[in-house]
C-alpha cells in the first residue's frame, strides 16, 4: 500500500469553504511588474469584504487535528534527554536504569541510532530548512547547552518521561565560548543573509556625521528572545513501507519533507508530511532535531512515534531571536534634513547556521539621505542555532533607528512625524530603485489624526494623574514585500450535476493567520464562484509547488500561483467545449470567468457554464496545476509594507511600572484582501512588539550557555491586562505590482512598536531607554 492510500482520508488540511456570495471578476492575468491585475480595478469583489475563518468552526469545536493529535497503531510517545553542558564529549552514558523503567520500549543515544546525513542547513539551497549543518546524534559530541542526547520510547508519555529523568550522561567539557565579551574579543566577521553580505555604503556617513551641526549617535541593545507559540512543537511519526509519514507542525511544509528525505536517504515520493493547523509559527515551525530524532528512533524500533516538545523543550531544541548591539548615528541640518545615517552593530549567532540578525534591513530603504553606512557584524558563540522570529531583523532594527529618529527630535526641537516626513525618500536610497508602492505619509496623517497627536506634549514629564506619568511616543514599522520562486497551485473543477465546486490546493502552511480563508476568496473570485463552491487544500508536501510561510510572502505567492492555474484552467475548458460551444473560435486572453463558467469578455451573451462545458465533454472533473510567475517584480521596484505606530504609555512615578493605555496601527500595506483576519495579523504582530518593548528576554547564563527561564514562568509575554484595545487602521491603496495588489501583512506588526514605546516612556519620564526590555528597574 503506498503511503498516500495509507495516510489518505487523515490529513485533513481540506476544509470547506464559509457560506458567502460572491461578484465575480474578470480573469485577466496579472503581469509581474507590467499591467496592473485587474482584481485592483474592480472595487466590488470578495477582495477587501470581511470573511470569518474557514477553520474556524473545525478549531472551536475540536475538529481540528494538530501534530500531536494525530495517532498511529502501536504508537509510542518520545522523551528527550538535554546535554547539561555548552561544548565537549559524552565520555559514558547510563541508561540501564531508564532502559528498564516500567513501559519504556527503546532508548536511543548516539550509540545506536540508525546512521543519517546532516540536514542541509537553511539557505544552502532553495529546499534546505535544517536548522544548522550538524550531524544529530551520530557522535559523542555536545555543540550547545541542552542539545538533544538520548531519545526514549515508552508506551506512554509519562512513562517516557519519567524514564528520561533516569539517564546519566558523564561528559568532558571542552572550552566553550558562551559570554559576549568573550565571543567579540575571539573575532567579528561580515554578517551574510542569504549568501549576501549585510553592508550598504553610500557616500562618507562617517565624515558626514563629523561635520553635521546636529547629531545623535548611541547604541541600542536587544535581548535574545524564545519563541513561545501555543501549541509546542510536535510530529507524529510513522515508517510505512520505505515511506516516512511525517503529521507534523511546520510553515514550510514541502522544503521540510525534502530536507528530512535527504536526511534518511529518501526520494520525494517515499516521504509525507502533513501540517493542516499549526498552532502558531512566528518562524520556529520548521525542522529542529525532534523530527530527525523522532523518525530515527521509530525506525530503530519499529513502531510509530509521537514526538512532542515540552515548554522547557521548545527551548532547549527550538532556537529563537539573538541579540543585538547596534549603534545609530543620525547627522542633520537644522530644517532636520538628514546628511548622514549609520546603523552598524552586531549580533551573534552559532558556528553552524546561518542567521545573523539582518537589524540593516528596514533601514536601506527609509530615509532619504546623501550619506548611509549599514552594517551587520557577527560574533559566534557555543549556543542552539538561533533562528527567525517574527520581522528578524526590522523587529530589533526599528528599535534602534526609530529611538534615534526620535533622540534627534529632541535634539532638534521637531515634531518627531514631521521630521520623518522630511526625510522622506523620492526613491529608495540604497538600491536606487523606484517604490512601487510607498504611502507612509498619508498613514502618519491618518494616524496622528485618529490617535490626537496634536495632545501630545513636546515636554517629557509635564504630563501627570496623580502617581502617573503619561506621554507618546510614535515610530515608523515596516517590512519588505517578497515573493519566492517555486509556488504552484492545482485547481481541481468538480462537475455535481447541474453546478460545479472547485478544489484549490497549495503546498502552504496555516498556522493560524488565515491563510485558508484568503486563498478560498482569491480562488472564489478568480473562479467567479461563491465561497461555498470553493474547498482549500494546504499543508501537504504531495500537493505540487513548494510555497513557505515565511517572510511574509505566501499570500502573495499562492495569489501568483492561483492566477497562473486559473489561466491555465480557462485554457483547457476551451480546449473541452469545442466547437459547438458559444465560446468556439475563441482564445484564452478574450475570455474570463464569471457566474459559474466562461464569458467572452466584451460580449457576455457567448457564454458556457463550467458545469455545461464538463457534461458535454463527458468529464467529471477537470485538473489543472500551473507554478507561479517568477517574482520578478522584485528586480523592478523597491517593494515595502509600512507602518506608522502611536502609542501612549503611563508609567508610575514610585515603581517604575509602565503601562500601555492606548496603541494604533497605521498601515501601508497595499490592498488588504480580508479586512477581518487582516485586523488579527496587526494586533497580533502589536502584541509581540507590546513584550519585546516591555517584558520578553530569553536569560543565557554566560558561564555555561544554559537558557534559565525555559518556561511561560519565567520568560514573560503580555497577558490580557498588559494589552490594551488596539487600534488599527490601513491605506488600502492597491499596489500596482503585486498579484491583487497584496502586500504581505504577517511580520510588519511587531516592527516600530518598541520603539513607539520605547519614545512614549521618554515623552512621559524623560528617561531614554536604550536596551530592551524597559523594566521597572531601568526607569527608577
Ligand atoms: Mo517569519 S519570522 O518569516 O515566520
Not at 530589533?396 to 534615534?404: N, P, W
Not at 497562473?564 to 485554457?571: F, R
Request: glycine share 10%.
Amino acid at each position: 500500500m503506498s503511503i498516500v492510500e495509507t495516510v489518505k482520508g487523515t490529513a485533513q488540511g481540506l476544509v470547506q469553504g464559509a457560506m458567502a456570495k460572491l461578484v465575480p471578476l474578470a480573469p485577466d492575468s496579472w503581469i509581474p511588474g507590467g499591467v496592473p491585475d485587474p482584481l485592483i480595478a474592480h472595487q466590488h469583489g470578495k477582495i477587501g469584504t470581511p470573511v470569518s475563518r474557514i477553520d474556524g468552526p473545525l478549531k472551536v469545536g475540536g475538529g481540528a487535528r494538530f501534530a500531536a493529535e494525530f495517532s498511529f497503531d502501536d504508537m509510542v510517545y518520545a522523551a528527550l534527554a538535554y546535554a547539561t553542558i555548552p561544548r565537549g564529549r559524552i565520555t559514558a552514558i547510563d541508561t540501564d536504569a531508564a532502559v528498564a523503567a516500567p513501559g519504556v520500549v527503546l532508548v536511543m543515544t548516539h550509540l545506536n541510532a540508525p546512521r543519517m546525513n546532516p540536514p542541509a542547513v537553511f539557505g544552502a539551497s532553495p529546499t534546505a530548512v535544517g536548522p544548522a549543518d550538524l550531524p544529530i546524534m551520530q557522535d559523542d559530541r555536545v555543540h550547545w547547552n541542552g542539545q538533544p542526547v538520548a531519545v526514549v520510547l515508552a508506551e506512554t508519555q509519562e512513562q517516557a518521561d519519567h524514564a528520561k529523568s533516569l539517564i546519566h550522561v558523564t561528559y568532558a567539557r571542552e572550552p566553550s565560548t558562551t559570554s559576549l565579551d568573550e565571543a567579540k574579543a575571539n573575532g567579528i566577521e561580515q554578517g551574510l543573509f542569504m549568501g549576501q553580505p549585510l553592508l550598504n555604503k553610500i557616500g562618507d556617513a562617517e565624515a558626514a556625521l563629523a561635520s553635521a551641526p546636529h547629531t545623535v549617535d548611541h547604541v541600542y541593545r536587544t535581548p535574545r528572545h524564545s519563541h513561545n507559540p501555543i501549541e509546542p512543537h510536535a510530529a507524529t511519526i510513522a515508517w510505512i513501507g520505505d515511506g516516512l509519514v511525517l503529521h507534523d507542525a511546520s510553515q514550510m511544509v514541502t522544503a521540510q519533507a525534502k530536507t528530512i528525505g535527504d536526511v534518511f536517504d529518501l526520494t520525494m515520493e517515499q516521504v509525507r508530511l502533513t501540517s493542516p493547523y499549526v498552532g502558531g509559527g512566528f518562524g520556529c515551525k520548521g525542522l529542529w532535531d525532534h523530527q530527525i530524532l523522532g523518525a530515527a528512533a521509530a525506525k530503530l524500533a519499529g513502531r510509530p512515534v509521537r514526538m512532542t516538545l515540552s515548554r522547557e523543550g521548545v527551548y532547549r531544541v527550538v532556537g529563537g531571536r539573538t541579540l543585538t548591539e547596534q549603534r545609530v548615528a543620525l547627522g542633520a541640518q537644522a530644517d532636520g534634513g538628514f546628511e548622514a545615517l549609520i546603523h552598524s552593530g552586531l549580533s551573534i549567532m552559532t558556528p553552524h547556521n546561518n542567521m545573523p540578525e539582518p537589524f540593516i534591513l528596514g533601514t536601506r530603504a527609509a530615509y532619504a539621505c546623501p550619506n548611509i553606512k549599514l552594517q551587520v557584524q557577527v560574533a559566534k558563540m557555543n549556543m542552539l542555532a538561533n533562528t527567525f522570529m517574527r520581522a528578524p531583523g526590522e523587529s530589533v532594527g526599528t528599535f534602534a533607528l526609530e529611538s534615534a529618529v526620535d533622540e534627534l527630535a529632541v535634539e532638534l526641537g521637531m515634531d518627531p512625524i514631521a521630521l520623518r516626513i522630511r526625510n522622506e525618500p523620492e526613491q529608495d536610497p540604497t538600491s536606487g530603485l523606484p517604490f512601487s508602492s510607498r504611502h507612509i505619509v498619508e498613514a502618519w496623517k491618518t494616524g496622528a489624526e485618529r490617535f490626537g497627536w496634536d495632545q501630545r506634549s513636546a515636554v517629557p514629564g509635564t504630563r501627570r494623574e496623580g502617581e502617573w506619568l503619561i506621554g507618546m511616543g510614535c515610530a515608523t514599522g515596516t517590512y519588505p514585500y517578497y515573493r519566492m520562486p517555486g509556488a504552484a497551485a492545482r485547481i481541481t473543477l468538480i462537475r455535481d450535476g447541474a453546478s460545479v465546486r472547485a478544489r484549490i490546493e497549495v503546498a502552504a502552511a496555516e498556522m493560524g493567520m488565515g491563510t485558508a480563508t484568503t486563498t478560498a476568496i482569491v480562488g472564489a473570485e478568480r473562479l467567479g464562484l461563491s465561497l461555498d463552491q470553493v474547498e482549500v487544500g494546504y499543508g501537504d508536501s504531495t500537493i505540487p509547488g513548494a510555497i513557505m510561510a515565511g517572510g511574509s510572502q505566501q499570500t502573495a505567492a499562492i495569489g501568483a500561483a492561483v492566477i497562473a492555474a486559473h489561466n491555465a484552467l480557462v485554457a483547457e475548458l476551451l480546449k473541452l467545449a469545442g466547437n459547438d460551444s458559444p465560446l468556439a473560435g475563441l482564445s484564452p486572453d478574450e475570455v474570463g470567468s464569471e457566474d459559474g463558467g466562461l464569458a467572452k469578455r466584451d460580449d457576455r451573451s457567448r457564454r458556457e457554464s463550467y458545469a455545461s462545458i464538463l457534461e458535454r465533454a463527458q468529464r467529471d472533473e477537470l485538473v489543472v496545476s500551473k507554478e507561479a510567475s517568477p517574482p520578478l517584480e522584485l528586480m523592478h521596484w523597491s517593494m515595502h509594507s509600512h507602518s506608522a505606530i502611536f502609542c501612549e504609555v503611563r508609567v508610575n512615578a514610585v515603581t517604575g511600572e509602565t503601562r500601555v493605555s492606548r496603541i494604533l496601527g497605521s498601515f501601508d500595506c497595499g490592498r488588504i484582501l480580508n479586512p477581518k483576519t487582516a485586523r488579527s495579523q496587526f494586533r497580533g504582530g502589536i502584541i509581540m512588539g507590546l513584550g519585546m518593548a516591555l517584558m520578553e528576554e530569553t536569560q543565557f547564563d554566560e558561564r555555561n550557555g544554559r537558557i534559565m527561564n525555559p518556561s511561560l514562568a519565567e520568560y514573560h509575554v503580555p497577558v490580557h491586562l498588559d494589552v490594551p484595545e488596539i487600534d488599527v487602521i490601513w491605506t488600502d491603496i492597491a499596489d500596482p505590482h503585486t498579484p491583487m495588489g497584496a502586500h504581505g501583512i504577517g511580520e510588519i506588526g511587531i516592527t516600530g512598536v518598541a520603539a513607539a514605546v520605547a519614545n512614549a516612556v521618554f515623552n512621559a519620564t524623560g528617561k531614554r531607554v536604550r536596551d530592551l526590555p524597559i523594566t521597572l528597574d531601568k526607569l527608577l
